[in-house]
């Protein structure tokens, strides 16, 4: 399992980009050069944003070693989101990120009810005082491979409703997981192709040595972003267009390859130890971190569990809650749940 270290070693090194490593944005952008007034806007964000996100370090000895929290550290434990206007939730789940600010939110699992055990629901909601609603997800019952499907309402997770806004589903391994959003299959495709689902992501999980029993090594592809800082649509006319195979072809034109950060091995807790920063509480091999190669200081996404059915995921740009919520789903998938 994963536990949060409270070490100053790897945050030691965080100065460090603001001096020398380039905008995190220049990361993921692949589809040519920004106008270069865009680029000096866009680092003034960050810096507000980073005196936002200096705030759990100073909380971060409280993270405990053994995963064992005390309830009345909880609260000041897990700093919560920054102020965020979800003003249409559809459009704000499929958007990036602002860049410079780090949305966290929380992921509950609810296992009540009939068949709730087989296929819980996942709810996502922004961790802030006001609990905003974002997703729900739930794995279908009558498909061959794993399929989640993702709604805007937490009370309608039906593959025809008008509040479906994406799906993960799995290879028959298990191992392999693809997004899409909520556009028409290839085979119905209008004239222009405009209504074809996109695909937001894919992850592949590979076993380790251990099997699934240690660390989990995860590659996320997603796609890459435009210069003005939006998603690439990438719209597959078939299975052997889509990012697992462009991925496995080394076709790497619009996107992006990620992985999670290897936690390091503490003789100390005898665990692996990822810095959390305070926003995770208890071993778990769901805990993780997702990073591009070129800066892994900067964290796309984090996800790691604060109790039993509660889980904090924290993601920046450029992924969009959906994005995030359906890697976060697919950490929970059976094939992979060994703890």
């Not at 270290?5 to 945050?11: P, T």
């Not at 609810?110 to 819980?120: A, E, S, V």
């Not at 380790?208 to 240690?214: D, H, M, P, Q, R």
């Not at 990012?243 to 692996?272: C, F, G």
């Amino acid at each position: 399992a994963v536990t949060s270290s409270d070490e100053d070693s790897d945050s030691s090194t965080k100065p460090i980009r603001s001096e020398k490593k380039k905008n995190p944005a220049s990361l993921f952008q692949t589809g040519g050069d920004p106008p270069k007034e865009k680029k000096s806007k866009k680092k003034v964000p960050p810096k507000g944003a980073d005196s936002e996100e200096d705030t759990p370090e100073t909380l971060q000895k409280n993270s405990n070693k053994k995963g064992k929290a005390k309830k009345s550290k909880k609260k000041e434990e897990r700093p919560p989101s920054p102020v965020i206007e979800v003003d249409n939730l559809e459009e704000f789940v499929l958007q990036p990120a602002p860049q410079g600010v780090t949305i966290k939110c929380r992921v509950t699992r609810d296992k009540r009810g009939m068949d709730r055990g087989l296929y819980p629901t996942y709810y996502l909601h922004l961790d802030n005082d006001k609990k905003v609603f974002l997703l729900a997800g739930r794995k279908r019952k009558k498909s061959k491979t794993s399929n989640y499907l993702i709604s805007i309402d937490p009370t309608d997770l039906s593959r025809g409703g008008e509040n479906f806004i994406g799906k993960l589903r799995s290879n028959l391994m298990g191992t392999r997981f693809t997004v899409f959003d909520n556009g028409a299959n290839p085979d119905r495709a209008n004239a222009d192709w405009s209504n074809v689902r996109q695909e937001l992501s894919a992850v592949v999980y590979e076993t380790n040595v251990l099997g699934f029993k240690g660390p989990r090594k995860m590659t996320v592809i997603i796609p890459g972003m435009n210069a003005d800082c939006e998603r690439v649509p990438i719209r597959p006319r078939n299975d052997n267009d889509g990012l697992l195979m462009r991925w496995q072809n080394r076709n790497m034109d619009n996107v992006i390859e990620l992985h999670n950060k290897a936690p390091v091995w503490n003789d100390e807790t005898q665990s692996y130890v990822l810095n959390f920063h305070g926003r995770v509480t208890h071993a778990s091999v769901k805990n993780f971190q997702i990073v591009h190669s070129s800066d892994p200081d900067y964290i796309v996404m984090q996800f790691g569990r604060v109790a039993d059915d509660a889980f904090t995921m924290d993601y920046n740009y450029p992924l969009c809650a959906v994005q995030a919520f359906a890697i976060a789903l697919s950490s929970f998938d059976g094939k992979l749940a060994c703890e």
